[in-house]
């Protein structure tokens, strides 16, 4: 009856013997936004229990793949493909790609005046469950206030007008709230950590770590090293020019936080890595 | 003006309407005068809105209206304006122009509060009704409609707070029109004499979805020096009738009057909600929300008069208009020379749901006077895709995301109603409205 529940009893099953939770493929992809080429050819795979960073410096088409993932408006998608256990993603709605398991922790989010944050992250719980089953409002109020609390956020939160008035660090933590309360099987986490203080970054990277299991794959996208001092990623991906120019492990990132880019684009012959060079 | 707006009521009528209800001498006087002014005088000119064919001469003047026992015998939509487990302990239910039910708490009566229908209180309380009756808010010759109102008043209210009453619990009053052919002169009298307090809500309802009427309503709010008046109204018209809605609010010294205000009508509306601060220190909040569909066509004027010295008046209009719906929004702060260190600040946002659908905000400061501060914002458009964006990112549908913004952006007037039944009634009448 009730085939999403269904699916994740038998993902359960799948991890007890070892395999893992979903997969997002990306292969070849190029975006465009307003005529203007941005990515050229991504190719990445994200499993369930894998954390990704994707890394480099500004300008380099890092959120572009994030925001056409989800299928931002602006984006257009002109070759390759993204595939969420082998279902064609790009033929999704952005509601469908979330209810499918696609989540997006996003740089900027929207400010809707009117729309409390609670009555928010109720329909968008709702949103994934069936007609009739929906989350009942005691045990919804329960799971939001002691992740409210996890997350080291003031319960007057729930009840301000989404992301209105919200500081930045606000605006982050909520992001992670609805993270922790819509338990995605892929996350892709913008920039979560610009403009954290270090006291919410601690707050917020304990939020994403709270997720990790080989059920939940994770990409994160940042320019800064700091926030993989307290997730540590098991791939460490460098985009230049609209590409993921270098992969590596871990040890990635310590040396792009202790050399900078400038050993890559030697390495790799690049001179501008923005994307508005070299197509 | 060329409409043909001959009335099949004459002096005979009238008289004769006024001499059946036992109404004083010099109120039977009135509406003859009144009635002599209707073929002089012009229609109203609401600003970029043209309703020289909108009909306001098609209509039955009398119908009488049965009294119920039990607010059970209401329709379902009259009780959703109740809350069963919570009903009020005032209420006055007009059906057609009767009253069907009226309770009042011993409370309030022994403090010397009056709530009770404008032919009582023409008896009972003839001078106070008499000292503010189309006297102080509006005059008899604004234009034809108003005079028409005077001449034809058939229904209404009369709501007096003695000085220093503090009344905690609100006043509800739903006028019913259950009539389909009947017009409705409502006349609504709000006096609050000093430093005394009240929370006052009103609901319009109407079934005429074919038969043509017409509805021509007059409020006039009084706020005695120091006075606080909280008032809201849902509006809910049916699509036969033409409406001609207008609140008035009159602020003496240190008084408030906030205004909260569901534009519901499904017909041709004419509304203005203006509040006059003459006393110093006077403030008001004039809060309305607008919900167009279908081919109406509304014309919405909200404004503050500011006379007095360090009035505040603060007015915040938002309107969603759907399929080929027509609306203008015209907003005007006016600060009279004298009103030193006055402020008018105004906000006026139309959101389009069509594309055929129009929409126009229309910003106006008038100012006469140096030391004041005003303030305004206007904004007509679609539902940002952002928005939309973000909220399907989690797994909202487009539907319910389109609902989430569209409640959002209704939320600043709603959430101010002052009875939780209203506003659920409300956001249920949006909801209708809107899907």
Redesign the interface.
């Given at each position: 009856m009730n085939v999403v529940i269904h699916l994740k009893k038998y993902k359960l099953v799948l991890g007890g013997i070892g395999m893992a939770g979903s997969t997002l493929e990306i292969k070849n992809l190029h975006v465009q936004i307003e005529g203007k080429k941005i990515l050229k050819g991504v190719d990445l795979t994200i499993k369930g229990g894998e954390f990704h960073a994707v890394m480099g410096p500004n300008g380099t088409g890092k959120s572009t793949l994030a925001s056409a993932i989800?299928?931002?408006?602006k984006y257009e998608i002109t070759e390759g493909s993204v595939h969420l256990d082998g279902e064609d993603v790009l033929e999704m709605?952005?509601?469908e790609?979330?209810?499918a398991g696609l989540?997006?922790g996003?740089q900027y989010?929207?400010e809707?005046?009117?729309?409390t944050t609670s009555?928010?992250l109720r329909?968008?719980i709702n949103?994934?469950r069936e007609e009739g089953d929906e989350i009942p409002l005691m045990k919804f109020i329960k799971e939001m206030d002691s992740t409210l609390d996890y997350l080291e956020i003031d319960k007057n939160m729930a009840q301000r007008?989404?992301n209105e008035g919200f500081s930045g660090g606000e605006k982050k933590r909520n992001e992670i709230l609805?993270l922790l309360l819509?338990k995605p099987e892929i996350a892709i986490l913008d920039e979560i950590d610009s403009g954290l203080d270090i006291d919410a970054l601690k707050v917020v990277s304990k939020g994403i770590n709270k997720l990790r299991d080989e059920n939940f794959g994770c990409l994160i996208i940042t320019h800064y090293q700091r926030l993989l001092n307290y997730i540590t990623p098991d791939h460490v991906h460098v985009m230049m020019q609209g590409r993921i120019v270098k992969s590596g492990g871990p040890e990635l990132a310590q040396r792009l936080e202790a050399e900078g880019y400038e050993w890559i684009k030697d390495e790799l012959g690049i001179e501008d890595e923005t994307v508005g060079q070299n197509a | 003006m060329t409409v043909e707006t001959k009335l099949p009521y004459d002096k005979d009528y009238i008289t004769q309407f006024s001499s059946d209800r036992n109404e004083p001498e010099w109120m039977q006087v009135l509406r003859l005068q009144a009635l002599e002014q209707v073929d002089v005088l012009e229609m109203p000119k609401p600003d970029k809105t043209k309703i020289g064919k909108w009909n306001f001469s098609r209509f039955k003047h009398a119908a009488k209206g049965d009294e119920i026992t039990s607010l059970t015998e209401l329709p379902a939509e009259i009780q959703d304006f109740l809350d069963p487990d919570n009903l009020p302990e005032n209420l006055f239910i007009q059906r057609n122009q009767s009253v069907a039910y009226a309770t009042m708490s011993e409370k309030l009566k022994q403090r010397g509060v009056i709530f009770t229908d404008i032919f009582t209180a023409l008896t009972e309380h003839e001078d106070l009704v008499k000292r503010y009756y189309m006297k102080d808010a509006v005059s008899i010759d604004e234009h034809r409609l108003t005079a028409l109102h005077v001449a034809l008043m058939n229904g209404g209210i009369f709501v007096y707070i003695p000085k220093n009453v503090q009344v905690e619990e609100p006043l509800q009053a739903i006028f019913w029109q259950e009539d389909p052919e009947v017009a409705l002169f409502n006349h609504v009298l709000v006096v609050a004499e000093e430093n005394s307090s009240l929370t006052y809500v009103e609901n319009y309802i109407s079934h005429n979805d074919e038969e043509e009427t017409i509805s021509n309503v007059i409020t006039e709010v009084i706020a005695q020096n120091g006075a606080k008046i909280s008032f809201g109204g849902v509006d809910n018209f049916a699509a036969g009738t033409t409406n001609y809605m207008n609140r008035r609010g009159i602020a003496y010294r240190d008084a408030t009057i906030d205004w909260a205000l569901g534009q519901m009508n499904d017909g041709h509306t004419v509304f203005e909600n203006a509040t006059h601060l003459v006393g110093d220190n006077s403030s008001a909040e004039s809060k309305a929300v607008v919900v167009g569909r279908g081919k109406q066509i509304e014309n919405f004027t909200t404004k503050s008069v500011h006379f007095g010295k360090d009035t505040h008046g603060h007015i915040l209009q938002h309107g969603v208009m759907k399929e080929k719906a027509t609306s203008i929004f015209n907003a005007i702060g006016k600060i009279e020379h004298g009103a030193t260190r006055s402020n008018a600040e105004q906000e006026s946002r139309v959101l389009m749901l069509s594309e055929k659908a129009r929409g126009d905000a229309n910003p106006i400061l008038l100012i006469d006077e140096d030391d004041v501060t005003a303030g305004h914002a206007a904004s007509v458009g679609r539902v940002d895709p952002m928005q939309l964006y973000y909220l399907m990112s989690r797994g909202i549908t487009q539907t319910e995301a389109e609902r989430l913004v569209i409640h959002g952006f209704l939320a600043p007037v709603v959430s101010k109603l002052p009875i939780a039944s209203v506003r659920e009634q409300l956001t249920k009448i949006i909801e209708r409205k809107v899907y």
């Open positions: 989800m299928g931002h408006p709605e952005v509601d790609r979330a209810r989540f997006l996003m989010p929207s809707i005046s009117g729309v009555d928010f329909s968008s949103a994934r007008y989404l609805q819509l | -």
